[in-house]
């Protein structure tokens, strides 16, 4: 079955449409609802978005291949973003991430059989302050060393 | 000592919400602003105080704003909240303490260059704070200050979020509204600039958050008061946000014009317990490295510039002794392979070649010339390109290449 947004959804669509005055700038927006709502962004989810803007499938293709926050294959229910820029590699970032490997038995861009943990390093996520820093879904962690990250995900179901 | 600006108030709890805001004089401005005074004063004012551009290029406020012709089609403001340089996170911190603040700059602004409609470009990372904001909207709309007729004056304005979805390229200003339009952040040629052609063909203003965050205190308190903050041709504080091995790292709102030494010794509590200082990066990555015996310097756009690199976003890294150069080229060389657009052949080849270079030195597997070519290569971007990413990577790779050449030759 093709997927389709709830009316909920939809309404808010049109609301965020209203904004611009043109259609094709809700793009992103509607592109952040979409990987919230079904996860990825796949082929099917791009004739959605197109459908529901009145644009070409390739207008969606072009923007889920460059921006960086979208995924065409499906992500583990945590997505675990370690930053690997500067900063953060100054304070250790490489072997934190190489303590997750292990721990996870994952390499970055990889997801747990399980489906539970995505691994990824990222660019830096502007939270330098408390290097090293990473994402897990939308919520930011800092200061971040093994035992602190083996309390943070043992507590996530 | 001169006192804090924009972060005054930031140990209150709760600044976030309205009422506390306007409990500390927030919104007074803005009222200012709307009921007593005309547009080309509050320009005249913003000209005087010479508010130089926060995100990075310097440029002054002012003279941005008075490019916009006059003319009968929209026009727009867009707040760049991309915040996508490394080492940068004050806009970050500054917009989930007090979102309002940012409000009310840009009613002024708006009002000002007669501008109905704004967006905040925020990076897509920052959701909570994009959450924050929108409720610091709908509160401000509540109150009256966004909306039809804001305070009777007769002028409207509405504000909205606008999530980016990471790509550093979308913090250069044309990239930014490409995004906004709904398509891939590949920087505009200039000219026109966006001032007289920018979002969906209109005159538009681009802002950084901390230059918004000042326009408030302009307003309240003076161009003459606003340089006594800062220096008489770079008016103001500035957020420096100090990262790396220091002991204490974090946000300090200090003067323009503060010395780079006195930040990260006096401010930042000095360097980690152990370790000594062997570099820093003083304006976000983009910016030309300093070596520990070039950290005498003034922290403002005209010295920088002076000393061969530049203030940029103000994010200053710290690196100690201990750290090896070539582990900083990799970071850098991977992060602007990785940033570039891929629209300019001089940037998208070449950061990716010396990315392939440095990962290969990295390896054992070096070669005596391979030093050569990434200077080589590196100035082949450098000025050959669409938008300022170019140097932004050229810059900080042929400074960190040249600076340490000794210590990257002992790993070939």
Redesign the interface.
């Known amino acids: 079955m093709s997927p389709e947004f709830s009316e909920k959804t939809k309404k808010k669509i049109e609301e965020i449409v209203a904004r611009y005055p043109q259609k094709e700038a809700a793009i992103l927006p509607v592109l952040h609802i979409t990987q919230q709502e079904f996860g990825s962004i796949s082929a099917e989810e791009e004739k959605l978005v197109a459908r529901i803007l009145g644009i070409k499938p390739i207008r969606v293709r072009e923007l889920v291949t460059f921006y960086t926050m979208f995924s065409r294959k499906s992500l583990g229910k945590y997505h675990i973003q370690v930053c690997s820029n500067l900063s953060c590699s100054l304070l250790g970032a490489g072997n934190f991430v190489d303590y997750l490997v292990e721990k996870l038995g994952i390499e970055p861009g990889e997801t747990t059989p399980d489906k539970k943990f995505t691994l990824s390093t990222v660019e830096c996520l502007g939270a330098c302050e408390r290097a090293p820093c990473m994402m897990i879904n939308f919520n930011y962690y800092g200061d971040m060393n093994p035992k602190k990250v083996d309390e943070i995900l043992d507590g996530l179901k | 000592m001169k006192e804090k600006v924009l972060t005054e108030h930031f140990g209150l709890e709760n600044l976030y919400k309205i009422d506390v805001y306007q409990k500390q004089g927030g919104y007074r401005a803005a009222e200012k602003a709307l009921k007593k005074m005309k547009p080309e004063e509050i320009l005249e004012e913003v000209k005087k105080a010479n508010l130089r551009g926060r995100g990075g290029a310097g440029f002054p406020a002012g003279i941005k704003w008075s490019f916009v012709p006059d003319t009968d089609k929209?026009k727009y403001l867009c707040v760049n909240a991309d915040?996508?340089?490394?080492?940068?996170?004050k806009?970050?911190y500054i917009m989930s303490h007090n979102p309002h603040m940012l409000l009310e700059g840009i009613i002024i602004t708006a009002f000002c260059v007669g501008i109905s409609v704004a967006f905040i470009y925020i990076?897509?990372?920052?959701?909570?704070i994009a959450l924050r904001l929108e409720q610091a909207i709908s509160e401000a709309y509540e109150k009256g200050f966004l909306g039809k007729n804001i305070l009777e004056s007769g002028f409207d304005l509405?504000v909205?979020v606008?999530?980016?979805?990471?790509?550093?390229i979308c913090g250069e200003e044309t990239a930014l509204l490409e995004?906004?339009?709904?398509?891939?952040?590949n920087p505009r040629l200039k000219p026109p600039f966006p001032a007289s052609v920018g979002l969906?063909q209109c005159p538009t203003v681009i802002n950084n958050v901390e230059t918004i965050f000042n326009i408030s205190h302009i307003i309240l308190n003076g161009a003459e008061w606003f340089i006594k903050q800062g220096l008489p041709k770079d008016g103001g504080t500035r957020i420096f946000?100090?990262?790396?091995?220091v002991k204490n790292?974090?946000?300090y709102e200090l003067p323009l014009g503060t010395s780079l030494k006195d930040i990260i010794f006096k401010h930042a509590g000095g360097m980690k317990e152990g370790k000594k200082l062997k570099a820093v990066?003083p304006g976000g990555?983009s910016a030309p490295i300093l070596t520990a015996d070039e950290i005498n310097i003034k922290m403002d756009f005209d010295s920088l510039v002076e000393a061969n690199s530049m203030l940029g976003s103000a994010?200053i890294?710290v690196?100690?002794e201990k750290?090896s150069i070539l582990?900083?080229l990799k970071?850098?060389t991977?992060?602007y392979s990785?940033?570039s657009c891929g629209q300019c052949t001089p940037c998208r080849i070449g950061n990716s070649w010396i990315n392939k270079i440095v990962i290969r030195i990295a390896e054992g597997k070096g070669k005596k010339e391979d030093i050569d070519s990434i200077l080589r290569l590196a100035s082949n971007i450098e000025g050959n390109t669409l938008c300022p990413l170019g140097d932004a990577a050229a810059l900080p790779i042929l400074s960190i290449t040249k600076k340490f050449r000794k210590e990257l030759e002992s790993y070939v």
């Open positions: 929209p915040e996508g340089e490394p080492g940068t996170f806009d970050r990076r897509g990372e920052y959701e909570a509405d909205f606008h999530r980016g979805a990471g790509a550093y995004s906004l339009e709904g398509k891939r952040g969906f946000g100090v990262s790396g091995m790292p974090g946000i990066i990555m994010a890294i690196i100690d750290t582990d900083v970071v850098v991977k992060f990785h940033e």
